[in-house]
């Protein structure tokens, strides 16, 4: 499994964005849960939101919650997450997870992608 985020940059405050993880290597790819997380510098990773493999949103992150939502759509092995009113403090490096199940820690995922940078300035 072969995951790519993508979407990021730069935007002011109060913009939006939508990241898109893309999922390639030859396999079922709604056999997995996928997760978003972030990492902004210093701080350690954290779970910001996710979608199981049917299609249903999981909780987001109460940092997140109603600015951000995930979506997928399996005929295109992708997974969106669109972010709404952004904020300084989201600035952060975006990262995709499959996994099994889906989950809210980071350890029980299988799969990364290398990430993609966002930047909100005030």
């Known amino acids: 499994v072969q995951l790519q985020a993508s979407g990021g940059g730069v935007v002011q405050a109060g913009g939006s964005l939508r990241l898109s993880c893309a999922a390639s290597?030859?396999?079922?790819?709604?056999?997995?849960?996928i997760g978003w997380f972030r990492q902004a510098p210093g701080k350690e990773r954290e779970y910001v939101s996710g979608?199981?493999?049917?299609?249903?949103?999981?909780p987001s992150a109460a940092a997140v919650e109603g600015r951000f939502a995930v979506s997928r759509d399996n005929t295109k092995n992708t997974v969106y997450l669109r972010m709404n009113n952004l904020m300084p403090e989201d600035t952060a490096i975006y990262y995709c997870?499959?996994?099994?199940?889906?989950?809210?820690?980071?350890?029980?995922?299988?799969?990364w992608g290398p990430g993609t940078l966002v930047t909100v300035s005030s």
């Open positions: 997870a499959a996994g099994a199940s889906f989950s809210t820690v980071a350890a029980t995922y299988n799969h």
């Open positions: 290597g030859g396999f079922t790819f709604d056999d997995y849960g």
């Open positions: 979608v199981d493999q049917r299609g249903f949103s999981t």
